[in-house]
C-alpha cells in the first residue's frame, strides 16, 4: 500500500504535463505548440521556437536503421556508452544488495537498513541538486566532476573492503558519497543528453535503444554481482565499478558534446551533414 501513493500521484500529475511542442507541430497542431511554447518561454520567444521547428520537422517517421546513418552516428554513441556506463557504474548493485553488503561488512540488518534509508535520503537529495544545477552549470561540467566523485567513492569502498575494516558508519558515509555524486551527475544527465541529442523523428526511437541498453546492462550487473563478489572478492568489484566510470571521464573531456543553452534544432543542425 505504501508504493501505491507515489504511483498514484505521478499518475494524476501526468495530467497537467503538456504534449512536446515538436511533437505537436509535427502533426499538424501547430497551434497548440505555439501555446505551450508561449507558456514556457513567452509569446515573442514561442514565435522564434516555431520557426525553428518548422526548418527541422519533416512529416516522415523515422526508422531504427536512420540512427546508423553516418550524421546520427556519433550521437548514438554518446547515448548507448552514457547508458552503459550508468549501469555498469555498479549504482544498481549497491541499491539491489546494499542491506546484503553492509551485513556481510559486519552490520546487524537492522542497522543494515536503517543505513539505507539515510542512502536513499541522500540520493533524492543530490538529485535536486541536478534539477538546480544542470541548467546552471551545463552538463559536462556536473557530468565531468561527479564521475569524478563516483570513482574516487568507489575506490574508496574498494580499499575499505581490502583492508576488511568493519566501521558501519564509514561504509555507509562512502556509499552515500557514491549515490550522491551519481544522483546529480551520472543518474539524471544521461537522460538529458540522450533526449536532446537526436532530432524529433527519430528521439524516440534513440531513446528506446539507449533505454534497452541501460536495462540490459542492470540485468548483466546484477546477476554477475553475486558470483564475482564470491570470487573476487567485494574489493575487486568496486574497483572494477571505477574503473568504468574512469572511462566516462575521459570520454565527456573529448567525446561528449556540451548542450546546454542550445534548442533541439541548434543541436541537430550542429551535427554534420551527409554526402548527398
Do not use: H
Request: charged share 20%; proline share 4%; with cysteine.
Amino acid at each position: 500500500m505504501a508504493a501505491t501513493l507515489p504511483a498514484v500521484l505521478f499518475a494524476l500529475a501526468t495530467l497537467f504535463i503538456p504534449e512536446s511542442p515538436r511533437w505537436l507541430a509535427m502533426v499538424g497542431r501547430e497551434r497548440r505548440a505555439r501555446e505551450v511554447l508561449a507558456r514556457i518561454e513567452g509569446k515573442d520567444a514561442a514565435e522564434e521556437s516555431i520557426l525553428g521547428i518548422r526548418a527541422t520537422i519533416t512529416d516522415a517517421t523515422g526508422r531504427f536503421s536512420e540512427l546508423l546513418r553516418a550524421r546520427w552516428r556519433k550521437a548514438l554513441v554518446v547515448a548507448i556508452f552514457l547508458a552503459l556506463v550508468s549501469e555498469f557504474s555498479g549504482i544498481t548493485v549497491v541499491l539491489y544488495y546494499g542491506p546484503d553488503i553492509l551485513t556481510q561488512a559486519g552490520l546487524q540488518l537492522s542497522d543494515a537498513l536503517s543505513g539505507f534509508v539515510i542512502i536513499g535520503a541522500v540520493k533524492m537529495l543530490f538529485t535536486m541538486v541536478a534539477l538546480w544545477r544542470i541548467d546552471r552549470t551545463g552538463r559536462r561540467p556536473l557530468l565531468f566532476w561527479g564521475t569524478i566523485g563516483c570513482c574516487v567513492a568507489l575506490a574508496s569502498l574498494g580499499v575499505f573492503f581490502a583492508l576488511q575494516q568493519t566501521s558501519g558508519i564509514a561504509l555507509v558515509t562512502l556509499i552515500g558519497l557514491f549515490c550522491a555524486f551519481f544522483a546529480f551527475s551520472v543518474g539524471p544527465i544521461k537522460w538529458v543528453v540522450i533526449s536532446e541529442i537526436f532530432p524529433t523523428r527519430i528521439r524516440g526511437r534513440a531513446v528506446a535503444a539507449a533505454t534497452t541498453a541501460i536495462w540490459l546492462a542492470d540485468a548483466v550487473a546484477n546477476y554477475l554481482f553475486p558470483w564475482a563478489r564470491d570470487t573476487y572478492g567485494a574489493s575487486m568489484c568496486f574497483f572494477a565499478f571505477a574503473l568504468v566510470l574512469a572511462s566516462q571521464i575521459l570520454f565527456v573531456r573529448f567525446i561528449m558534446p556540451e548542450t546546454r543553452g542550445r534548442t533541439l534544432e541548434e543541436i541537430e543542425r550542429s551535427w554534420p551533414q551527409e554526402n548527398r
